[in-house]
């Protein structure tokens, strides 16, 4: 791994690390205004990564670091503990819960790109692509410039793919929503298995570059930076 790579380490690790609180953050407190005090009880509505990282110090520490030291790539994970019987109980809230992680990701793009524009308008970054910026000073100005790049197309990735409509992903409860309520909770008892959850994982890790390529291409289409070299 180049000194280059080792150098923007730790600004990809916080990017993930604070996307990933958010988004397990947004589960626990739309739970909480559902009726579900259990993620609440575990302290995971909140910001702070410390009740995140004690449920999963595998998927947000251990698995990340290795991940990114090994390949320059990442992979991790966080969760947010539900009542299933409250699921059962009331399916359409337990929808809006699952939905408030992915939102919460896409929130984060948007706030991303805000800033972004922000920055070129005062001429503290300037577009390296559709999707990034960079800074012409160097220093804190360059590794905010990472950050934010960082920062919204990990979220728009994460917000894409935890929508998939399979177990173990977001997508799946949120068909709530959508489907007759018997029909959902026939679908949930189905996809507990961990038989599904595997398959639908690999199946959802196959067709999430087609699926995200579209989405990068129309976010860079709305975001409208044009690359200033």
Not at 99 to 114: H, T
Not at 169 to 195: C, I, M, Q, Y
Request: glycine content about 10%; some cysteine; overall charge neutral.
């Amino acid at each position: 791994m180049s000194s280059e790579s080792l150098r923007l380490l730790p600004i990809y690790y916080i990017a993930f690390l604070f996307s990933t609180v958010c988004h397990e953050a947004a589960h626990a407190l739309v739970a909480k205004w559902g009726g579900d005090l259990t993620a609440y009880s575990g302290g995971q509505v909140s910001l702070d990564p410390l009740p995140h990282i004690k449920r999963e110090p595998f998927g947000l520490v251990l698995i990340p670091l290795l991940s990114l030291f090994s390949s320059g790539s990442m992979i991790g994970w966080g969760s947010a503990p539900f009542d299933p019987y409250w699921q059962i109980r009331y399916p359409r809230r337990a929808a809006l819960m699952a939905l408030a992680g992915p939102m919460s990701n896409f929130a984060l793009a948007i706030l991303a790109a805000i800033f972004m524009h922000i920055g070129v308008a005062a001429g503290f970054f300037v577009p390296v692509n559709s999707l990034g910026v960079t800074s012409l000073q160097g220093g804190i100005m360059e590794g905010l410039g990472v950050l934010v790049t960082v920062m919204l197309r990990l979220n728009i990735l994460l917000g894409v793919f935890n929508l998939l409509p399979v177990p173990p992903l977001d997508g799946h409860s949120v068909l709530g929503l959508f489907l007759p309520e018997g029909t959902f909770l026939k679908f949930l008892e189905w996809a507990r298995g961990p038989f599904f959850s595997i398959i639908g994982f690999l199946f959802a890790l196959q067709a999430l570059p087609y699926l995200v390529m579209p989405v990068y291409q129309l976010a860079a289409s709305l975001i409208g930076l044009v690359p200033g070299y």
